[in-house]
């Protein structure tokens, strides 16, 4: 009496086989959970900036950021990396900045100095010379003071959430300049040097 109807049957196996590998029509997964996403750096750069602020063609520019330090403890040993026009600055390579940046402040970070327009990278045809600071690496630091009185820096993790970029667009007024040759005019006499390197050409008349 309790005995299903054989023609239920093969339904119901059905079902417990798409419930099994979680492909019943209709059904949506409610385990589903979302990757955590990253923490913000407790380090950021504020402001870029260039000096001269409108240079030219072939102009030394001074580097400086401003990097905010959101955490409670110091930071340092600073890593960065630096494009001018979209090209990297070697010099950053394998370079590292270990200037303190307090707790909760702003703290200005000289970097290298840098040419608009150098051998191997001339001034852009539009005139745009983007820079782009990023700041791919730096540590908490634990300050502590010797029974000297010595300040002393204990290196701890790295700090999470880096690189941090930021970008500062400049504008040249002028262009890279050419060299050409110097060429005489059209009507200018042919006149040869002597072997002094005067001209050997007619005297001018006296009158």
């Known amino acids: 009496m309790n005995e299903q109807p054989r023609a239920r049957r093969p339904f119901i196996l059905a079902l417990a086989l798409l419930a099994t590998f979680g492909v019943i029509p209709g059904a949506t997964a409610q385990n589903t959970e979302e990757a955590p996403k990253a923490a ?14 409108k240079p030219d063609v072939d102009t030394l520019c ?16 600073l890593g960065f990396t630096v ?5 990297p600055l070697t010099v950053y390579k394998n370079q590292l900045f ?11 970070v000289a970097l290298f100095n840098f040419w608009t327009t150098e051998t191997g990278r001339p001034a852009p045809k539009d005139g745009k010379l983007p820079v782009v600071v990023s700041l791919t690496e730096a540590t908490w630091i634990d300050l502590s003071t010797d029974k000297e009185g010595v300040e002393v820096w204990k290196i701890l993790e790295p700090i999470p959430g880096l690189p941090v970029d930021k970008n500062l667009p400049i504008s040249l007024p002028g262009k ?25 050409g007619p ?5």
């Open 203 to 207: 005297p001018a008349d006296p009158s």
């Open 98 to 108: 270990y200037q303190l940046l307090p707790a909760g402040e702003v703290t200005e």
């Open 176 to 200: 890279a300049p050419t060299a050409t040759p110097a060429t005489a005019p059209d009507n200018a006499p042919d006149i040869a040097p002597d072997a002094e390197g005067k001209p050997s």
């Open 62 to 77: 001074q580097l400086k950021v401003r990097l905010r330090n959101h955490g409670e403890r110091p930071i340092s040993g």
């Open 40 to 53: 913000p750096s407790p380090l950021t750069i504020e402001a870029i900036e260039v000096t001269p602020a």
């Open 83 to 87: 494009t001018v026009a979209g090209q």
